[in-house]
């Protein structure tokens, strides 16, 4: 029984971390390739679940197609952000960086309450409402799909990275920039598909977790709150450091949250950053080259 | 600016509560109590601007610094009965032991873990002074925080009930903020903090140990925000964890940025402008939060100097 | 001549005066949570009030004398709620006003109404302490029409006591609200006789309930009593039933409500049996319910309504009683005349203002079933409850 239970919310935890990851993936990805901070990464996430919203509900697509059109949307919205905002404060200083995206992060939550209201969506789907009951354990099968999805998409992504030119270049860029640009590597085009899928990678995570929770403008702030807990425990820059730490965030907050204290379950994600920080000030995996 | 033009300033600054009154007799307590708002954050960004301007680094932080001081004050004189000038002592150690405790791991990290470092320090703190009911009460807030007295315990004590003595103690306080941040700013001092912030491995080499400058600032500007943190409660009368969320960083960013880091003309030109603007606009809350993302975004990417860069670059500009 | 051209221009101005002088229009000034994560409560007294006050100015206003509607934010914030009313009470000018909405906000705005000299009219803040600083508590200018969470929880605990339940967990929002109501229901259940097992809090807009869910499993309590609203309310049901819990559920927010079953509207049963504790629902007023349906396309909001409410049901009688008197409606005689309201039929009850400035409107007891809300009880409330 008690055994039952911690598995439970293992299993929960593993879901959690995998949302993160995602997300923090792109975070760490974004780091690592263009050298970019990006305070708005969680209205990725935030848009992404709108797009797949009014997907779904609004024009009554099936699941699989508004969970496809989510990261289509967000791929262009990337570009368009990358060729405004970004371009102008890439060469920049880091704290340019942070302050000019951060600012960018208030406007889209803002002029998303405006737009699209206060009301928060709920988007169930079939999967979310089926429960799959093992023996008094119960879980919908979405969260399993959740799990499921991203381990395919960070299989998926560890091909591209190694197999591909483009991976190939990404991984090069965030370790010698000027070397690749030397040797004839396009690196604008190279940052703009790193974004895309940065982008991309965030609407993906949220349309597989939008049917569990609902979605309001705000709800980016925390996921990016997390992502950069995530990002910097896991060596800045190192992806499956990022994704590594999330899921031990997401683990980390589901126990605490079952069996200490749910109140204090959001602190986790920077509890166990600082812990991991005051243990290895350069993340899990100490110093590392490159995504 | 000439000697001049700081006196008359400085006299209306003074003046400002028989001003207000002759000029905007219906409303003067509203403009007095923007004013108040005003000096208590100009005061505050002066602080932040010691850390993020001078010695460049970039703490997010500062609302964990304001939090203690003003929940420091709060308990204290509620709880614990004691007299304003004692509580506001307390308020400024409280933060600045806090800031030096947790400087010592945080400036063990490179700079970017140490912005999300503080970011987290700056969220932990929130979630404490929000959940640790027993202390801080938590969303019910603690309430009854007497005004302020200032004089010996058992003497004769100048109360501050009014409108207008909260402005002259507000303005009181701005004005030894300012100076000591002048006085920081400068001579050797200042010229130690700004080479460490250019040139952190050249400052080094030339004898300047960043780490101990860093921590100076740090322990100092947070002391300086836990002081104006119980200046706000005594004004308020009450104090909520709402008070010191993210939203205040972002405030102070937006004045320091908008104003031009490192300056004290233009932080202090951002605190006006960013207290006085919303009341001139006069929008709807949720629009005005989108003008000051806009305005930051915009300023941060053409004008990083602020206003005080464009300021300076206009033709026949005084240093 | 001098003196001759002096006194015409002063006969020609007071000439003017009186004749350009049509009847000022009632500043009502409404302060809530207008930006922030709890916008949405704002957003609904904004609507509520555009609403209200364009139905009573096309009846011709009162008693001849139209109203104006004013808006600030505090939010939900103490510090804000008084820039809130400084704002409402010296720029705008206001003659009364009604707000804040959130327990902190009012707490901190009380001080300021009383030395400014406003009255202030709360329509939806549950803390007990408004209602003994209020009236001979000491405030003069502070009334509230919504019931407290003290009121409220002995009430409730002796309903569930009586429907046989022995103990509970409580999980409420951490703010304000639900501090304040989980401190309430703690002394309630104890003087009920209920085992008060567990209390947990969460902060609302997070989306995750699964971890509290498997402790209130764990704690294994009878019932579960939610202190929560509709917005967090609909996933924490979802998330309940997912998980297969068992426990009866009471609540005291709005989690019994029109918004919830918009929100679960794919799913109706997912709220099936809850019972909720409240003093407002969709029904008592299907005129305004459906007016407001029509306008914003989603089911009315509770804060809203209850600001329409203390509008036209504690505001308004206020000012007739104020300009029958007085022949004038300004902040003090407004004051005066709030202590003389005496309705017999308002949506919510009687509005009658006691010594503490408190109006004991009835509580209503909502049973959600099959998508529908039915009320199964409307109790009368009075002082005597307290004892």
Known sequence: MIVGDLLEQVLHGLTLGSMYAMVAAGLALMLGVARLINFAHGEFFMLGAYAFWYGYRQLELPYAAAALLAPAVMVLFGVAYQRTVIRAILPRSWHVQLIATLATSIVLTNLAIIVLGTQPKEVPTRLSSTILDVGGFRIAWQRLLVLGASLVIFWALHRFVTRTRTGRAMRAMSQNREACAVVGVDVQRVAMVTFALSAALAAIAAALVSPLFNIFPDMGTVMTLKAFAAVVAGGFGYVNGAIAASFLIGVTEALAGSYVSYAYKDAIAFLVMIAVLLWRPEGIFGRRIGI | MRRAAWLALGAACFAAPWLVAAVVPGQQRYVLHVLIFTALFAALALSYDLVVGHVGSLSLAHPAFFGTGAYTAAILSTGAGWPFVADVAAAVAAAAVVAAVVGVPLFRLTEHAFAVGTLGLGLVAWIVANNWVEVTRGPLCITGIPKPRLGLPGGPALAVTTLPAHYWLALAALVAVVLLYRGLTTFRLGRAFHAVRDNEPLAGAAGIDPLKYRMLAFTIAAGLAGGVGALYVHYLSVMCPEEMTIALTVNLLVIVFLGGAGSLRGVLLGAVLFTALPEVLRLAPTWRLVIYGGLLLVVVVRSPGGLEGLLRRAPGAAR | ?387
């Open chain 3, 1 to 387: 001549m001098r003196l001759v051209l002096t006194l015409a221009t002063l006969l020609l101005v007071a000439l003017s005066a009186g004749a350009g002088a049509q009847a000022p229009p009632i500043r009502v000034g409404f302060a809530s949570a207008m930006s922030g994560p709890a916008a949405i409560t704002g957003e609904g007294v904004r609507w509520a009030a555009a609403l209200a006050v364009e139905e009573i100015n096309a009846r011709g206003g009162v008693m001849g004398r139209k109203l104006e509607a004013y808006f600030a934010d505090n939010k939900a914030q103490p510090g804000e709620a008084v820039s809130a009313v400084r704002k409402l009470a010296d720029v705008d000018q206001v003659d009364v006003i009604i707000g804040q909405t959130h327990s902190g906000a009012c707490l901190g705005a009380m001080p300021v109404v009383k030395e400014i000299g406003v009255p202030m009219v709360v329509e939806s803040c549950s803390h007990p302490k408004i209602r003994e600083l209020s009236g001979k508590g000491g405030n003069e200018w502070t009334f509230r029409v919504a019931l407290d969470d003290e009121i409220m929880a002995y009430t409730f605990a002796r309903y569930m006591a009586r429907q046989g339940v022995k103990s509970s967990s409580v999980l409420a929002m951490n703010n304000d609200f639900g501090r304040g109501a989980a401190a309430a229901y703690d002394a309630a259940f104890k003087k009920a006789g209920i085992t008060l097992v567990s209390t947990e809090f969460f902060d609302p807009g997070q989306p995750d309930y699964r971890p509290v869910l498997t402790r209130l499993k764990r704690a294994n309590a009878e019932s579960i009593l939610g202190i929560i609203l509709a917005s967090d309310g609909a996933p924490f049901m979802r998330q309940f039933r997912e998980l297969g819990l068992t426990q009866k559920v009471y609540s005291r927010g709005s989690l019994a409500s029109a918004e919830f079953l918009h929100q679960v509207r794919d799913k109706p049963k997912v709220g099936d049996g809850v019972i909720e504790a409240s003093y407002w629902v969709t029904g008592l007023d299907p005129e305004w319910d459906r007016k407001w349906t029509e306008r914003y396309k989603v089911p009315p909001r509770i804060h809203g309504s209850l600001a329409a409410i203390t509008l036209k049901w504690a505001v308004v009688p206020a000012v007739e009683i104020a300009l029958k008197k007085h022949g004038k409606a300004d902040r003090a005689s407004i004051r005066a005349a709030l202590k003389e309201v005496d309705v017999k039929d308002s949506p919510v009850g009687p509005i009658r203002f006691d010594d503490n400035h408190q109006a004991w409107i009835n509580m209503v007891l909502l049973e959600m079933r099959d998508g529908q809300l039915r009320i199964i009880e409307k109790l009368p409330t009075s002082p005597a409850l307290l004892k």
